[in-house]
């Protein structure tokens, strides 16, 4: 939707003089025509020279330039965002490679490590356990009706980084922003929210400056019955809206997955938005090596939402690739903080991975396990840092020709291995992607550039199919047509990099793909209640945000 059709459709009252300065989706500070500050009430009020958008986007990327360091960058940033949007979505979109790492991974991880000490302007909603029985109130408080997008955290397993509390914000923040600038989602369309129910987190509970609740984590049934009210209370407020669940702890992420994916129109970002982006990389991998995904093995270090997730997904590709699901299961292994998930290792383990504990011998360390296992893919979601040594990179390397090694934990310092660790151990034979960006790399006179195996390759895009076809529920196969879809927009020069992905300046490109995908599938499945036509791209792309300044008066 143009910035135009949502002045109209959203802004029936137009403000005027200071008050206009401060809406940050309709302020076009130095960039208010002549004709604007005569009508608006607006003479007097800015400085005299008249400039467009174009040379604010210059002015300010020279200004975020010169500050000293990314978290910085990141508060710059996030003022901009609050005082003009139309002019940080422009800043974004011109400038994804050198804006993402400071509004998205690594640096929204240090921002929200400082949340407290950096907020200047609160943004979304924070919902807390003491707001039992008053969640749509709470709702209603926010300014814009139009929300068709909620991302919410419990701040729980904020990427890597363990248990943030209420300073998780800056993730819900971050990817909506992610919404907007790869999918073009309007941002007034968009709700990022924290639950707050308290952390776990002694250094924050104890710090008088702590923003959140100061208490112990609420837990069992008075949590359940809050994020009840909670999914009600958005189906209430803003009817059939998308909720992403975000970096919740694995218990909770998978319960509230299982409860609420049938019923309303809701993913776990973490646990299907990674498994897609994945299993893509897999899928563009396979092209590179020419060992087709049925003849991958895959290893995975962590057990979690995003390992099980990304394994039971691989799982269905390779089923509709002919196999069973039971041969295709034995593809995946896993070792987690006991070692090789193996039959009969634990007493009772959870159902995410209980289909994992295949029969085999017991391997106490990752390294006996790759030795075990030999697999194909060594695929990192444990979050605890550097845990692919030099020694197991070499094993790999030795085991294959071309290795697939994917250090997906998040922030930066969270990454199994760097790209240079993985490209020196193997001579450069590693297929290599992680989570969070890495610049390229030269290495014996060849330049890789590795992947960013990023969720943010698929949630905005599968978010705006979803929207754009209105469905009521979001379904794995969704995330499976959007795997392919990505997948495909890798190109040979992409792979011949050594990249399985797309480059990030084609972001917005490839989200309409992987929504045109998300509508397709959700089309044959029935659940598209907006026809969209037989080409469904050209109505997607009609319907996504471009940040550009409408006219506010008539000459
Ligand atoms: O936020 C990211 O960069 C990817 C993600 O979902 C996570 O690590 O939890
Ligand atoms: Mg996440």
Known sequence: MSAAASLSSHEPHLPHGVELLRHP????ATAFSEEERDQLGLRGLLPPRVVNLELQVERVLAQLRCKSNDLEKYIFLSALQQRNETLFYKLLIDHLEETMPIIYTPTVGQACLEYGSILRHPRGLWITSNDRGRIASVLRN??????????????????????????????????????????????????????????????????????????KRVRGEAYEALMDEFIAATQEVFPGCLVQFEDFANHNAFTLL?????????????????????????IAASKETGKPLTDQTVLFLGAGEAGTGIAGLFVRALVEAGM????????????????????????????HKAPYAHEA??????????????????????????????????????????PIIFALSNPTSKAECTPVQAYEATGGRAIYASGSPFAQVEIGGRTFRPGQGNNVYIFPGVGLGVLAANTPTVTDTMFLAAA??????????????????????????VSLKVAQATVVEATRLGLARNDLGATPEDAISALMFQPSYPTLVTD
């Open 25 to 28: 989706l309709l302020n076009k």
């Open 142 to 215: 926010w300014p814009q009706t139009n929300v068709r997008v909620i991302v919410v955290t419990d701040g729980e397993r904020i990427l890597g980084l363990g248990d943030l509390g209420a300073y998780g914000m800056g993730i819900p923040v971050g990817k909506l922003a992610l919404y907007s600038a790869c999918a073009g989602v309007h941002p007034s369309e968009c709700l990022p929210i924290t639950i707050d129910v308290g952390t776990e987190n002694p250094r924050f509970l104890d710090d008088p400056f702590y923003i959140g609740l100061p208490q």
């Open 258 to 282: 299982e409860k609420w994916r049938d019923r309303i129109c809701c993913f776990n970002d973490d646990i299907q938005g990674t498994a897609a982006v994945a299993v893509a990389g897999l």
């Open 324 to 351: 069973s699901e039971a041969e295709a299961r034995k593809r995946c292994w896993f070792v987690d903080s006991k070692g090789l998930l193996v039959a009969g290792r634990d007493t009772k383990l959870p159902s």
């Open 361 to 402: 011998p017991q391997a106490a360390t990752l390294a006996e396990a790759v030795e075990r296992i030999r697999p194909t893919a060594l695929i990192g979601v444990a979050g605890i840092g550097p845990a692919f040594t030099p020694e197991i990179l070499q094993r790999m390397g030795e085991y294959n020709h071309r």
């Open 484 to 509: 392919r879809a990505l997948a495909a927009e890798t190109t040979p020069e992409d792979l011949a990099q050594g990249c399985v992905y797309p480059k990030l300046t084609r972001i917005r490109e």
